[in-house]
């Protein structure tokens, strides 16, 4: 058997110097490219412990339905992992690499690993260390924390992360602890060698539009890649294409794929949606594009609890997993989360509005595997 050369590998052999041309080319291909990817949820027992089958059986889960990547110890993971009396970050990290690892030995197939990262610079740098050490690709740089800074704190602050391994830039909205980036952010921020990737989700088309034109202006246009984290305009977000003028020439920018907390349930159907966008299906039929887009929204606004301000988004998430039999229950480290009053009846209700939009079948045929 011919000994397998992992993407793993690849990685850390430039560990040290590592910038966006030395991606692993096929990880590189496949972010440019688009590709679905979730933001992991984390599994637990009713005791509120860890439950590390099913945290596997989550990755499987991804992995089968040809997500192209994981977002790993994100927000859907919950922040609470990194407390002291949790200690979760690290063993969260490393179930993932192993499931990883396990797929893309089976299969060959690359598959980005992005871990998130949080904190001042302090932390955030032990947190981009380990996670290089896991022989994660990139990770998803959070600034909460800097929520009165500077543009020049935040962007030193992101300087010293992209030294350590590659940077997704993460616009959060303000409703679930993000602030608000100018456009001047943006250009500053793209022109920072090693950031590979943007995550836009301040849920605000202005805001968006911000980062675009700001990556565009950076001159970067072609090395930074997309990605929606707009959960509530997700297939219309994927349609657009940007048109920017910079200094006399039109430049042309589309978001080619998405970095979401939707696309951790439901995943196989996500799949299989960018495909269709990116096969150019809803170019004729715009129509049935913008109907969908509407379905989507509105299936988003169940599980995200929009009504209650995002209150409930994170057990709505295990609430769709819990249904499918990927969760055992809806059990967070906070034990003050909790589906919002008529969150349930709103699940319900999409469920039955929209069954084309599931990915129930996909799961029974496969769950028992992905459980064993």
Not at 189 to 207: C, D, G, S, T
Request: with cysteine.
């Amino acid at each position: 058997m011919p000994q397998f050369y992992s993407l793993v590998d690849e990685f850390l052999l430039n560990r040290n110097q590592m910038n966006h041309s030395e991606l692993p080319k096929e990880i590189k291909g496949a972010l440019h490219k688009g590709v679905v990817i979730p933001a992991l949820p984390l599994a637990l027992n009713k005791n509120r412990r860890l439950d590390e089958r099913r945290q596997r059986a989550l990755m499987r889960y991804y992995l089968d339905a040809g997500a192209g990547g994981v977002a790993v110890a994100v927000h859907t993971t919950q922040f609470e992992i990194r407390l002291p009396e949790v200690n979760l970050y690290g063993k969260v990290l490393e179930i993932a690499k192993e499931e990883f690892d396990s797929f893309t030995l089976r299969t060959q197939k690359p598959v980005i690993r992005i871990a998130g990262v949080i904190g001042k610079t302090e932390q955030a740098t032990k947190e981009a260390e380990l996670a290089l050490k896991n022989g994660y690709h990139a990770v998803l740089l959070s600034l909460a924390v800097f929520a009165d800074a500077a543009n020049d704190e935040i962007i030193e602050h992101c300087k010293a992360i992209a030294e350590i391994i590659p940077v997704i830039g993460f616009y959060l909205q303000p409703a679930v602890g993000g602030r608000k980036l100018d456009v001047d952010f943006w250009r500053e921020f793209a022109l920072i060698e090693n950031v590979i990737a943007i995550k836009m989700a301040p849920f605000n088309r202005y805001q968006t539009l911000d980062v675009v034109r700001g990556v565009v202006e950076s001159g970067r246009a072609d090395e930074i890649a997309l990605y929606t984290g707009n959960d509530d305009n997700i297939l219309v977000d994927l349609l657009s294409e940007y048109s920017i003028s910079v200094g006399g020439k039109v430049v042309k920018k589309r978001i080619v794929g998405g970095l979401l907390g939707h696309w951790a349930v439901w995943t196989r159907a996500a799949v299989k949606l960018l495909e269709e966008v990116h096969s150019g299906k809803f170019d004729a039929a715009l129509p049935e594009a913008l109907t969908r887009a509407i379905q989507i929204t509105d299936s988003n606004a169940a599980f995200f609890d929009s009504a209650n301000n995002f209150a409930g988004c994170i057990v709505g998430l295990h609430e769709v997993l819990r249904r499918q039999g990927l969760l055992e229950g809806l059990w967070t480290l906070n034990k003050n989360e909790m589906l919002s009053p008529g969150q349930m009846e709103e699940i319900d209700r999409v469920y039955a509005a929209y069954p084309h939009l599931n990915d129930d079948d996909f799961v029974a045929e496969n769950l028992s595997k992905w459980l064993a």
